[in-house]
């Protein structure tokens, strides 16, 4: 009983205190959406461009365009060797028809026609091994032994198309964090403000309420509750908006990011939770600091 | 109503004295001696008054008394507590075993008569029912039963002298200490408020007093502990403001 009465008077005490102080705590709790607001977006970019790259690493494959005219025998061979390499999953021959099938497929995929110019022109494309890889990492060493192979012309591979996406992910990583631990430092101070505003506002009762025996936790709770108050109502305002915007977003998210449909679906579920505990954890640090600074000088 | 004051629980030794200060010394950061080798004991259920000029020491004195602060030499001992060895989670109820009452009165303006005491309850985690039941008795004996919906702007002075000294005796301290209480209150009021108090002390409570009207203190010719330069000039029982001999 005696828990639940202090659970209760907190509680009452840091209503009060919010709306008593209105002006600073919507503003407080402003700050912490905005903070939430970028936070969001970051995760979401970052988590886009996550999978776009989860999803390049499983397409990671070598082509190897192999020497004009190499006999089947020595294809084959080749073939085997290839296959017996660490990191290798399987290896596919694409003859020089089955390349330039693919070419016009990809040209009426967009809506054109592959024109060759003289129909009877004798133009060919390479035949090529498409190797496809169990481990990405092992792209460079199977792409080492091939190009030194005198039955392969040329190695193509999309490592290099891949450390840029993963470059760029780094960057917005990195920018992102900064920015919003910036942001975050910010929307602590502002809390630190609020509350210590709202605790001097109320010296006179904390007096009263140490000097009749009062308890640390009696006057400490309501004060960090109330900046708890704010990033709860900063969380919950934040999630509202990211939930309207997730339905076109998510779409995109698949599209674009190649994002698979069931983590997509999840997204929004984990977003919320990640930013409901940033909403509540900054506002509880934000007037813990404040209060036990307040009442440590006090004493 | 006598029951409301008499049902404390008797934790302490009765016959111990309720104040006990031993060699006390009191010296600020800057080198300022606010008290110096005070010896004093206060028994159960005694007046006392502490007079002496400004910057005499007395609200040093009052400040160690509720662990405000801790004396640089000495031993303080308060309603069998020992104050410099008292751990910081246990101030809270030595502060419960004191009231005290100021000469601002210290109510809060938003709150009404019944508020404020009830005030003092509430932040210490009382049960509603206890209350409902100890603020009217409380108002009772302070005579404010009528006033009880007023916020203190509608009171006068002696009114919200009252209203204090009720909050102070919500938790049925041992001691009351009273700061100048009748430092902004006219004559007659302020013997109003000294029948108040002497109306608790005959309940029980030990009480100090902290002030400056020497025409109290000669009328009621009680122990007077006086201060000057942080010490302790005079400890004389049933005596007057300034020394008489």
């Given at each position: 009983?005696?828990?639940?009465?202090?659970?209760?008077?907190?509680?009452?005490?840091?209503?009060?205190?919010?709306?008593?102080?209105?002006?600073?705590?919507?503003?407080?709790?402003?700050?912490?959406?905005?903070?939430?607001?970028?936070?969001?977006?970051?995760?979401?970019?970052?988590?886009g461009l996550n999978s776009g790259l989860e999803f390049i690493e499983s397409k990671v494959a070598i082509t190897a365009q192999l020497v004009d005219d190499l006999p089947a025998d020595d294809r084959r061979a080749l073939t085997e060797e290839v296959e017996a390499l660490p990191g290798v999953a399987s290896v596919e021959y694409v003859s020089p028809s089955a390349a330039m099938d693919r070419l016009r497929e990809s040209y009426r995929e967009v809506g054109r026609e592959l024109d060759l110019g003289d129909p009877d022109s004798n133009i060919t494309l390479f035949a090529s091994l498409e190797i496809s890889l169990t481990d990405p990492n092992a792209s460079g060493d199977v792409g080492s032994v091939l190009s030194e192979h005198d039955d392969v012309e040329r190695v193509l591979t999309k490592q290099a198309q891949y450390d840029t996406l993963l470059g760029v992910i780094n960057v917005i990583r990195t920018v992102g964090i900064i920015g919003v631990g910036l942001v975050g430092l910010t929307v602590l101070f502002m809390i630190i403000n609020t509350i210590r505003i709202a605790v001097y506002s109320r010296a006179n009762e904390i007096e009263i309420m140490r000097l009749v025996g009062?308890?640390?936790?009696?006057?400490?709770?309501?004060?960090?509750?109330?900046?708890?108050?704010?990033?709860?109502?900063?969380?919950?305002?934040?999630?509202?908006l990211v939930a309207a915007v997730w339905d076109p977003i998510q779409p995109a998210m698949v599209r674009i990011f190649q994002m698979p449909t069931a983590v997509s679906g999840r997204f929004l579920t984990t977003i919320s939770i990640v930013l409901f505990a940033v909403g509540l954890g900054v506002g509880a640090v934000g007037s813990w600091?404040?209060?036990?600074?307040?009442?440590?000088?006090?004493? | 109503m006598t029951s409301l004051l008499r049902r404390r629980a008797r934790t302490e030794n009765a016959d111990a004295p309720v104040i006990s200060m031993v060699d006390v010394g009191m010296t600020y950061p800057n080198g300022k001696v606010a008290l110096a080798d005070v010896n004093v004991?206060?028994?159960?259920?005694?007046?006392?008054?502490?007079?002496?000029?400004?910057?005499?020491?007395?609200?040093?004195?009052?400040?160690?008394?509720?662990?405000?602060?801790?004396?640089?030499t000495g031993q303080v001992q308060v309603a069998g507590r020992d104050l410099l060895h008292m751990r910081h989670g246990q101030v809270p109820g030595l502060?419960?075993?004191?009231?005290?009452?100021?000469?601002?009165?210290?109510?809060?303006?938003?709150?009404?008569?019944?508020?404020?005491v009830a005030?003092?309850?509430?932040?210490t985690g009382t049960a509603g029912t206890t209350t409902r039941q100890r603020v009217p008795q409380l108002l009772n004996?302070?005579?404010?039963?009528?006033?009880?919906?007023?916020?203190?702007?509608?009171?006068?002075?002696?009114?919200?002298?009252?209203?204090?000294?009720?909050?102070?005796?919500?938790?049925?301290?041992?001691?009351?200490?009273?700061?100048?209480?009748?430092?902004?209150?006219?004559?007659?009021?302020?013997?109003?408020?000294i029948?108040?108090?002497?109306?608790?002390?005959?309940?029980?409570?030990?009480?100090?007093?902290?002030?400056?009207?020497?025409?109290?203190?000669?009328?009621?010719?009680?122990?007077?502990?006086?201060?000057?330069?942080?010490?302790?000039?005079?400890?004389?029982s049933a005596a007057a403001y300034e020394r008489e001999y």
């Open positions: 009983m005696g828990f639940l009465r202090f659970v209760g008077f907190s509680v009452v005490r840091a209503w009060q205190g919010f709306w008593r102080n209105a002006m600073m705590s919507l503003a407080a709790t402003a700050t912490v959406i905005l903070m939430l607001v970028l936070l969001a977006s970051l995760l979401i970019v970052i988590a009062a308890s640390d936790s009696f006057i400490r709770w309501p004060f960090i509750l109330e900046g708890i108050l704010c990033g709860l109502v900063g969380a919950v305002i934040t999630i509202a600091i404040s209060v036990r600074s307040y009442l440590t000088a006090a004493r | 004991e206060i028994g159960r259920g005694d007046f006392v008054f502490l007079v002496g000029p400004s910057g005499a020491g007395k609200s040093t004195f009052i400040r160690l008394l509720i662990r405000e602060q801790l004396p640089t502060r419960r075993r004191i009231g005290i009452v100021f000469q601002d009165f210290r109510l809060l303006p938003n709150k009404t008569v019944w508020e404020n005030f003092a309850l509430d932040v004996l302070v005579g404010l039963h009528e006033h009880a919906h007023h916020l203190p702007t509608q009171l006068s002075g002696g009114e919200q002298q009252r209203t204090a000294i009720a909050r102070a005796l919500v938790h049925d301290p041992a001691i009351l200490i009273a700061d100048e209480p009748t430092g902004n209150l006219d004559p007659v009021t302020s013997w109003e408020i029948q108040l108090l002497i109306q608790i002390n005959e309940l029980g409570t030990t009480v100090l007093m902290a002030t400056h009207n020497q025409e109290i203190v000669n009328a009621m010719r009680r122990r007077v502990l006086a201060l000057e330069g942080g010490h302790l000039v005079r400890d004389e």
